[in-house]
């Protein structure tokens, strides 16, 4: 249903790095294809099996700021992808969040989770539900 996801950054390079780290290094996404608006602007497209993951210094020249009550959710194969997505968040300038990664059960099934704030503080999710 989805075709891409975009979040804004305050320090595009510190966004490059920490993602590259997260999705090059967990889920294997090359590096960015990185383009450059008419504005002078610089965006970042991550894209990966179908889908593109893309950082953006926000076009309207105000400050990034993390969207209240959005969280963005990446898809694991493993519980251990869901823990190397965390540690390597946390690794490149990220923050970990609320419970620490593993196990939650609930009315819609068990599932991995991690939580994770980007340095701009976007919430990210890594999720691994079991077949």
Same mark, same amino acid.
């Given at each position: 249903?989805?075709?891409?996801?975009?979040?804004?950054?305050?320090? $595009?390079?510190?966004? *490059?790095?920490?993602? &590259?780290?997260?999705? !090059?290094?967990? %889920? !294997?996404?090359?590096?960015?294809?990185?383009?450059?608006?008419?504005?002078?602007?610089?965006?970042? %497209?991550?894209?990966?099996?179908?889908?593109?993951?893309?950082?953006?210094?926000?076009? &309207?020249?105000? #400050?990034? /700021?993390?969207?209240? !009550?959005?969280?963005? !959710?990446? *898809?694991?194969?493993?519980?251990?992808?869901?823990?190397? %997505?965390?540690?390597?968040?946390? /690794?490149?300038?990220? /923050?970990? $969040?609320?419970?620490? #990664?593993?196990?939650?059960?609930?009315?819609?099934?068990?599932?991995?989770?991690?939580?994770?704030?980007?340095?701009?503080?976007? *919430?990210?999710?890594? $999720?691994?539900?079991?077949?």
């Amino acid at each position: 249903m989805l075709n891409h996801v975009m979040v804004g950054s305050n320090d $595009i390079e510190r966004s *490059k790095t920490f993602y &590259n780290a997260v999705l !090059g290094g967990v %889920f !294997g996404a090359r590096e960015p294809y990185e383009n450059r608006a008419d504005s002078g602007h610089v965006r970042l %497209f991550y894209r990966h099996d179908g889908s593109s993951f893309c950082v953006s210094q926000p076009i &309207n020249d105000e #400050p990034a /700021t993390p969207a209240n !009550g959005a969280t963005i !959710g990446f *898809k694991c194969t493993s519980p251990e992808q869901v823990q190397a %997505f965390h540690d390597a968040a946390v /690794t490149a300038g990220g /923050t970990s $969040i609320e419970a620490p #990664p593993g196990l939650r059960e609930s009315t819609m099934g068990a599932a991995w989770l991690a939580y994770v704030r980007d340095p701009d503080g976007n *919430k990210l999710c890594a $999720i691994y539900r079991p077949v």
